[in-house]
């Protein structure tokens, strides 16, 4: 757990128990032994034993608390050399705001990024136009907190810009070096801008060696088959039709499980050592203990 207080070395809080059974049991001559001055302080009240007792336990526990080495475990990092890297690519055009289908693909995605831990994702999104609002990074957080704000029209609203979105997206694997590359490609139209042919698009993505998963969402007539069929088919993926929430959410859930990371991670964990302020409050009581003496003495 991060900024957890815990104690490399536990077992040296049984030293307590002795002490705490000569504090109660021990006679008054042992105490001579440590504390020379003890046939002076017999004239001390009942209220003055009290405190000082209380002044030896504080310092003893304080002690004890410094050799048990408290420390706090600031955050624990994960090797991320051996996971995948998955590009979303999501259609933000005006037909994805009919039936509230935009807001529930970015709920599902949400879910998906959840149990990407180990992997690189980045995030492009397309309609009149192309772009990439996320390139690959291991932080998830910054991509659900992008995602959360996005909306249909940050892109424009009245075309498709499909196969220069898969174009564009495919770049972000120009310098890869991982063995898993991962694409999903979800829209809910038919590409009616020109700019990058889908031929091109395809032989970029096959020149990078990405498996493309391609998720056509609404009716009959909506997005093309054909098209997104022959992506997923010569990139070695698969396509997939979702007509529901429930069938979308599956179809994310299937590609989890087909592409998961079959790895475990090493973690790393940044410790805090905070021995020094047990041991500082230490020697300020035994200070302070001293000084108190020394006064009965005077």
């Known amino acids: 757990m991060l900024n957890q207080i815990v104690f490399e070395y536990?077992?040296?809080f049984l030293l307590l128990i002795p002490f705490f059974l000569c504090l109660v049991y021990c006679k008054p001559k042992l105490d001579a032994l440590f504390f020379p001055t003890m046939s002076f302080l017999k004239k001390a009240t009942k209220k003055s034993l009290l405190l000082e007792n209380s002044l030896k336990t504080l310092i003893v526990l304080s002690l004890v608390i410094s050799l048990a080495s408290p420390i706090i475990r600031d955050e624990v990092n994960t090797s991320h050399d051996k996971g995948y890297e998955?590009?979303?690519i999501v259609d933000a055009s005006g037909s994805m705001a009919q039936?509230?289908?935009?807001?529930i693909v970015k709920e599902i995605v949400g879910d998906f990024l959840t149990k990407r831990v180990h992997d690189k994702v980045g995030l492009s999104i397309f309609a009149d136009f192309a772009y990439v609002a996320v390139p690959l990074t291991y932080d998830k957080k910054s991509i659900k907190r992008l995602l959360s704000r996005l909306q249909v029209g940050v892109a424009g609203s009245r075309r498709t810009a499909l196969y220069e979105a898969l174009f564009l997206s495919s770049n972000l694997f120009k310098?890869?070096?991982?063995?898993?590359?991962?694409a999903i490609l979800l829209t809910d139209g038919m590409n009616n801008v020109e700019n990058i042919p889908l031929d091109v698009a395809i032989k970029t993505v096959k020149k990078y060696g990405i498996?493309?998963?391609?998720v056509g969402i609404g009716g009959v007539g909506d997005f093309d088959p054909k098209v997104l069929r022959k992506i997923a088919q010569e990139s070695g993926g698969k396509f997939?039709?979702?007509?529901?929430k429930q069938r979308l959410k599956q179809i994310y859930d299937t590609i989890d499980k087909?592409?998961?990371s079959k790895i475990k991670a090493n973690k790393y964990v940044k410790k805090r050592y905070l021995f020094a302020y047990p041991l500082s409050l230490a020697l300020f009581l035994t200070i302070l203990l001293l000084f108190r003496k020394n006064r009965e003495l005077a």
């Open 10 to 12: 536990p077992l040296a």
């Open 86 to 88: 998955i590009s979303l």
């Open 99 to 103: 039936n509230n289908k935009f807001n």
């Open 175 to 182: 310098n890869s070096h991982a063995k898993k590359k991962v």
């Open 211 to 214: 498996k493309v998963y391609t």
């Open 240 to 244: 997939f039709e979702a007509n529901s």
């Open 258 to 260: 087909l592409e998961k």
